[in-house]
Protein backbone atom coordinates (compact mmCIF):
# COMPACT_ATOMS: atom_id res chain seq x y z
CA UNK A 1 0.00 0.00 0.00
CA UNK A 2 1.41 3.53 -1.11
CA UNK A 3 0.51 6.26 1.42
CA UNK A 4 1.76 9.19 -0.17
CA UNK A 5 2.70 9.82 -3.81
CA UNK A 6 4.31 12.45 -3.70
CA UNK A 7 8.11 12.43 -5.37
CA UNK A 8 7.23 8.56 -5.91
CA UNK A 9 8.00 7.42 -9.38
CA UNK A 10 4.52 5.88 -12.17
CA UNK A 11 5.65 4.30 -14.95
CA UNK A 12 2.53 4.35 -17.14
CA UNK A 13 1.75 2.33 -20.59
CA UNK A 14 -0.49 3.74 -22.95
CA UNK A 15 -0.20 6.80 -21.60
CA UNK A 16 -1.32 8.61 -24.36
CA UNK A 17 -5.16 8.26 -24.16
CA UNK A 18 -8.00 6.24 -21.84
CA UNK A 19 -6.70 4.98 -18.45
CA UNK A 20 -3.46 5.80 -18.73
CA UNK A 21 -3.67 9.55 -19.66
CA UNK A 22 -5.99 9.58 -16.55
CA UNK A 23 -3.81 8.18 -14.59
CA UNK A 24 -0.70 10.37 -15.84
CA UNK A 25 -3.03 13.66 -14.53
CA UNK A 26 -3.13 11.88 -11.08
CA UNK A 27 -0.07 11.10 -10.51
CA UNK A 28 1.12 14.93 -11.97
CA UNK A 29 -1.68 16.22 -9.26
CA UNK A 30 0.10 13.99 -6.49
CA UNK A 31 3.75 15.21 -7.50
CA UNK A 32 4.64 12.46 -9.01
CA UNK A 33 7.82 11.55 -11.37
CA UNK A 34 5.97 10.32 -14.35
CA UNK A 35 7.62 7.78 -17.31
CA UNK A 36 5.02 8.05 -20.14
CA UNK A 37 5.16 5.12 -22.68
CA UNK A 38 2.83 5.05 -25.77
CA UNK A 39 3.24 3.60 -29.43
CA UNK A 40 1.41 6.33 -30.49
CA UNK A 41 4.01 9.85 -30.75
CA UNK A 42 1.58 12.43 -31.02
CA UNK A 43 -0.69 11.51 -27.78
CA UNK A 44 2.63 10.50 -26.45
CA UNK A 45 3.77 14.24 -27.16
CA UNK A 46 0.73 15.65 -25.86
CA UNK A 47 0.61 13.92 -22.76
CA UNK A 48 4.10 14.57 -21.95
CA UNK A 49 3.86 18.72 -22.82
CA UNK A 50 0.30 18.56 -20.63
CA UNK A 51 1.89 17.05 -17.62
CA UNK A 52 5.01 18.89 -18.02
CA UNK A 53 3.22 22.02 -17.51
CA UNK A 54 1.68 20.64 -14.56
CA UNK A 55 5.21 20.32 -13.30
CA UNK A 56 5.94 17.11 -12.94
CA UNK A 57 9.02 15.43 -13.84
CA UNK A 58 8.83 13.32 -17.42
CA UNK A 59 10.41 10.70 -18.94
CA UNK A 60 8.73 10.07 -22.41
CA UNK A 61 9.50 6.63 -24.92
CA UNK A 62 7.99 5.46 -27.22
CA UNK A 63 7.99 2.05 -26.85
CA UNK A 64 6.15 -0.72 -28.56
CA UNK A 65 5.20 -2.90 -25.14
CA UNK A 66 5.00 -6.15 -27.21
CA UNK A 67 8.59 -5.45 -28.31
CA UNK A 68 11.36 -7.59 -25.34
CA UNK A 69 14.38 -4.96 -26.23
CA UNK A 70 12.21 -1.85 -26.36
CA UNK A 71 10.94 -2.75 -22.82
CA UNK A 72 14.42 -3.67 -21.69
CA UNK A 73 15.73 -0.59 -22.71
CA UNK A 74 12.67 1.56 -21.08
CA UNK A 75 13.46 -0.28 -17.67
CA UNK A 76 17.02 0.86 -17.98
CA UNK A 77 16.06 4.32 -18.70
CA UNK A 78 13.67 4.70 -15.77
CA UNK A 79 16.35 2.94 -13.43
CA UNK A 80 18.86 5.51 -14.33
CA UNK A 81 16.31 8.40 -14.48
CA UNK A 82 14.65 7.71 -11.32
CA UNK A 83 15.41 4.62 -9.99
CA UNK A 84 13.25 1.75 -9.06
CA UNK A 85 9.19 2.69 -9.74
CA UNK A 86 6.79 2.71 -7.20
CA UNK A 87 4.13 2.68 -9.21
CA UNK A 88 3.62 0.66 -12.29
CA UNK A 89 0.76 0.28 -14.51
CA UNK A 90 0.69 -2.28 -17.44
CA UNK A 91 -2.12 -0.49 -19.33
CA UNK A 92 -1.32 -0.42 -22.89
CA UNK A 93 -4.00 -2.35 -24.92
CA UNK A 94 -5.53 -3.14 -28.49
CA UNK A 95 -9.24 -4.54 -28.74
CA UNK A 96 -10.28 -6.83 -31.92
CA UNK A 97 -13.21 -8.78 -32.53
CA UNK A 98 -14.75 -11.52 -35.13
CA UNK A 99 -15.48 -14.99 -34.35
CA UNK A 100 -12.58 -17.06 -33.09
CA UNK A 101 -11.62 -19.19 -36.12
CA UNK A 102 -11.98 -15.89 -38.19
CA UNK A 103 -9.33 -14.65 -36.40
CA UNK A 104 -5.46 -14.76 -38.61
CA UNK A 105 -2.04 -15.87 -36.98
CA UNK A 106 -1.43 -11.84 -37.77
CA UNK A 107 -4.35 -10.91 -35.50
CA UNK A 108 -3.15 -12.72 -32.51
CA UNK A 109 0.41 -11.72 -32.99
CA UNK A 110 -0.74 -8.24 -32.48
CA UNK A 111 -3.20 -8.65 -29.90
CA UNK A 112 -1.08 -11.09 -27.76
CA UNK A 113 1.81 -9.31 -28.10
CA UNK A 114 0.43 -5.97 -26.91
CA UNK A 115 -2.28 -7.33 -24.79
CA UNK A 116 -0.61 -9.98 -22.69
CA UNK A 117 3.63 -9.77 -23.56
CA UNK A 118 3.23 -6.06 -22.80
CA UNK A 119 2.02 -6.71 -19.49
CA UNK A 120 4.23 -9.97 -19.15
CA UNK A 121 7.49 -7.59 -19.82
CA UNK A 122 6.20 -5.08 -17.21
CA UNK A 123 6.19 -7.36 -14.88
CA UNK A 124 9.48 -8.90 -14.99
CA UNK A 125 11.50 -6.10 -15.66
CA UNK A 126 10.35 -3.65 -12.78
CA UNK A 127 9.72 -6.62 -10.26
CA UNK A 128 12.78 -7.04 -9.91
CA UNK A 129 13.60 -3.56 -9.64
CA UNK A 130 11.09 -2.61 -7.43
CA UNK A 131 12.30 -5.83 -5.02
CA UNK A 132 15.58 -4.50 -4.57
CA UNK A 133 14.60 -1.23 -3.60
CA UNK A 134 12.48 -2.56 -1.11
CA UNK A 135 15.25 -5.13 0.37
CA UNK A 136 17.52 -1.89 0.80
CA UNK A 137 15.04 0.38 2.39
CA UNK A 138 12.43 -1.14 5.10
CA UNK A 139 9.72 1.86 4.32
CA UNK A 140 9.82 1.46 1.05
CA UNK A 141 6.27 0.48 -0.74
CA UNK A 142 5.40 -0.44 -4.40
CA UNK A 143 2.12 -1.70 -6.42
CA UNK A 144 1.72 -3.24 -9.93
CA UNK A 145 -1.40 -2.47 -11.98
CA UNK A 146 -2.37 -4.52 -14.56
CA UNK A 147 -5.29 -3.47 -16.60
CA UNK A 148 -7.17 -6.69 -18.14
CA UNK A 149 -11.23 -6.03 -18.36
CA UNK A 150 -14.28 -7.98 -17.37
CA UNK A 151 -13.42 -10.31 -20.79
CA UNK A 152 -11.04 -11.46 -18.59
CA UNK A 153 -13.89 -13.13 -16.22
CA UNK A 154 -16.42 -13.84 -18.62
CA UNK A 155 -15.96 -15.17 -22.68
CA UNK A 156 -18.29 -12.69 -24.36
CA UNK A 157 -19.48 -14.25 -28.17
CA UNK A 158 -17.49 -12.39 -31.14
CA UNK A 159 -14.57 -11.46 -29.35
CA UNK A 160 -12.30 -14.31 -28.73
CA UNK A 161 -8.86 -12.89 -29.31
CA UNK A 162 -9.45 -10.30 -26.81
CA UNK A 163 -11.30 -12.77 -24.07
CA UNK A 164 -8.27 -14.67 -24.37
CA UNK A 165 -5.74 -12.26 -23.80
CA UNK A 166 -7.27 -10.67 -20.92
CA UNK A 167 -7.82 -14.21 -19.16
CA UNK A 168 -4.38 -14.49 -19.57
CA UNK A 169 -3.80 -11.14 -17.80
CA UNK A 170 -6.11 -11.59 -14.41
CA UNK A 171 -4.47 -15.26 -14.15
CA UNK A 172 -0.88 -13.49 -14.12
CA UNK A 173 -1.98 -10.91 -11.75
CA UNK A 174 -3.65 -13.01 -9.24
CA UNK A 175 -0.82 -15.53 -9.68
CA UNK A 176 1.56 -12.14 -9.18
CA UNK A 177 -0.46 -11.25 -5.98
CA UNK A 178 0.07 -14.79 -4.53
CA UNK A 179 3.90 -14.59 -5.76
CA UNK A 180 4.93 -11.03 -4.22
CA UNK A 181 3.29 -12.19 -0.97
CA UNK A 182 5.42 -15.22 -0.46
CA UNK A 183 8.70 -12.97 -0.97
CA UNK A 184 7.84 -9.39 0.73
CA UNK A 185 5.21 -7.28 2.33
CA UNK A 186 5.98 -4.16 1.00
CA UNK A 187 4.77 -4.39 -2.50
CA UNK A 188 1.31 -5.20 -3.49
CA UNK A 189 -0.22 -5.99 -6.87
CA UNK A 190 -3.91 -5.00 -8.65
CA UNK A 191 -5.86 -5.91 -11.68
CA UNK A 192 -8.10 -3.67 -13.04
CA UNK A 193 -11.28 -5.12 -15.13
CA UNK A 194 -13.42 -2.34 -16.75
CA UNK A 195 -16.62 -2.77 -18.37
CA UNK A 196 -17.41 -0.38 -21.14
CA UNK A 197 -15.18 3.16 -20.50
CA UNK A 198 -14.79 5.49 -23.58
CA UNK A 199 -11.22 5.02 -23.66
CA UNK A 200 -10.35 4.86 -27.61
CA UNK A 201 -9.67 1.36 -27.00
CA UNK A 202 -11.98 0.85 -30.30
CA UNK A 203 -10.31 2.31 -31.98
CA UNK A 204 -6.70 0.61 -31.20
CA UNK A 205 -6.48 -0.30 -35.05
CA UNK A 206 -5.06 2.68 -35.73
CA UNK A 207 -1.68 1.76 -33.73
CA UNK A 208 -1.53 -2.08 -35.67
CA UNK A 209 2.00 -2.10 -36.62
CA UNK A 210 3.15 -1.43 -40.42
CA UNK A 211 4.59 -5.04 -40.90
CA UNK A 212 1.43 -6.32 -39.69
CA UNK A 213 -1.05 -5.51 -42.74
CA UNK A 214 -4.68 -5.94 -42.08
CA UNK A 215 -6.60 -8.49 -44.16
CA UNK A 216 -9.84 -7.41 -45.57
CA UNK A 217 -12.06 -7.65 -42.02
CA UNK A 218 -14.19 -10.58 -42.18
CA UNK A 219 -18.29 -9.94 -41.53
CA UNK A 220 -18.01 -10.84 -37.91
CA UNK A 221 -15.55 -8.55 -37.17
CA UNK A 222 -17.03 -5.47 -38.52
CA UNK A 223 -20.20 -6.51 -36.53
CA UNK A 224 -17.75 -6.98 -33.96
CA UNK A 225 -16.24 -3.68 -33.99
CA UNK A 226 -19.43 -1.92 -34.41
CA UNK A 227 -20.72 -3.67 -31.94
CA UNK A 228 -17.62 -2.07 -29.74
CA UNK A 229 -18.07 1.17 -31.10
CA UNK A 230 -21.84 1.60 -29.75
CA UNK A 231 -20.93 -0.02 -26.10
CA UNK A 232 -17.58 1.65 -26.03
CA UNK A 233 -19.30 5.22 -26.85
CA UNK A 234 -21.57 4.93 -24.78
CA UNK A 235 -20.13 3.93 -21.76
CA UNK A 236 -20.92 6.05 -18.48
CA UNK A 237 -18.69 5.90 -16.50
CA UNK A 238 -15.58 7.74 -17.81
CA UNK A 239 -11.78 7.02 -17.99
CA UNK A 240 -11.02 9.80 -15.05
CA UNK A 241 -13.23 8.04 -12.47
CA UNK A 242 -11.59 4.39 -13.51
CA UNK A 243 -8.08 6.45 -13.22
CA UNK A 244 -9.22 7.45 -9.41
CA UNK A 245 -10.07 3.42 -8.67
CA UNK A 246 -6.44 2.73 -9.64
CA UNK A 247 -4.69 5.18 -7.30
CA UNK A 248 -7.21 4.37 -4.47
CA UNK A 249 -6.49 0.73 -4.92
CA UNK A 250 -3.03 1.05 -4.75
CA UNK A 251 -3.18 2.83 -1.36
CA UNK A 252 -5.63 0.45 0.31
CA UNK A 253 -4.27 -2.66 -1.36
CA UNK A 254 -7.70 -3.46 -3.27
CA UNK A 255 -6.17 -6.32 -5.70
CA UNK A 256 -9.48 -6.44 -7.90
CA UNK A 257 -10.45 -3.33 -9.47
CA UNK A 258 -14.27 -2.53 -11.42
CA UNK A 259 -15.50 0.42 -12.96
CA UNK A 260 -18.95 -1.42 -13.40
CA UNK A 261 -19.32 -4.13 -10.33
CA UNK A 262 -22.83 -4.52 -11.77
CA UNK A 263 -21.46 -6.42 -13.96
CA UNK A 264 -20.36 -9.12 -11.44
CA UNK A 265 -23.84 -10.61 -11.40
CA UNK A 266 -23.02 -12.07 -14.93
CA UNK A 267 -19.53 -13.17 -13.50
CA UNK A 268 -21.10 -15.29 -10.63
CA UNK A 269 -23.09 -16.84 -13.50
CA UNK A 270 -20.17 -17.99 -15.14
CA UNK A 271 -18.67 -19.34 -11.93
CA UNK A 272 -22.08 -21.06 -11.18
CA UNK A 273 -21.52 -22.85 -14.68
CA UNK A 274 -17.87 -24.05 -14.22
CA UNK A 275 -18.88 -25.12 -10.33
CA UNK A 276 -22.33 -26.58 -11.57
CA UNK A 277 -20.85 -28.47 -14.47
CA UNK A 278 -23.63 -27.11 -16.93
CA UNK A 279 -23.05 -25.10 -20.01
CA UNK A 280 -22.57 -21.69 -20.64
CA UNK A 281 -25.32 -19.59 -19.85
CA UNK A 282 -26.68 -17.79 -22.73
CA UNK A 283 -24.78 -14.40 -22.25
CA UNK A 284 -27.73 -12.51 -23.95
CA UNK A 285 -30.07 -14.05 -21.43
CA UNK A 286 -31.53 -10.63 -20.17
CA UNK A 287 -31.52 -9.14 -23.47
CA UNK A 288 -32.68 -11.78 -26.07
CA UNK A 289 -33.08 -9.41 -28.81
CA UNK A 290 -29.22 -7.89 -29.07
CA UNK A 291 -28.62 -12.09 -29.20
CA UNK A 292 -31.34 -12.39 -31.85
CA UNK A 293 -29.74 -9.44 -33.78
CA UNK A 294 -26.62 -10.93 -33.73
CA UNK A 295 -27.29 -14.31 -34.93
CA UNK A 296 -29.41 -12.83 -37.33
CA UNK A 297 -26.27 -10.44 -38.78
CA UNK A 298 -24.04 -13.08 -38.75
CA UNK A 299 -26.39 -15.75 -40.29
CA UNK A 300 -27.27 -13.67 -43.49
CA UNK A 301 -26.12 -13.98 -46.65
Excluded at 265 to 276: I, K, N, P, Y
Aim: proline letters at 4%; one cysteine or more.
Amino acid sequence: MIDNFAGKTAVLTGAGSGFGLECARIGARLGMNLALVDVQQDALDAATAEMQAAGAQVLARKVDVSNAAQMEQLAADVQQRFGAPHLVFNNAGVGAGGLVWENSVKDWEWVLGVNLWGVVHGVRLFTPMMLAAAKADPAWRGHIINTASMAGLLAAPNMGIYNVSKHAVVALSETLYQDLSLVTDQIGASVLCPFFVPTGINQSHRNRPGDLPAEKPTKSQLIGQAMSDKAVGSGKVTAAEVAQKVFDAAAQGQFYIYSHPKALASVQTRMEDVMMGRNPTDPFAAKPELGAQLRAALRAD
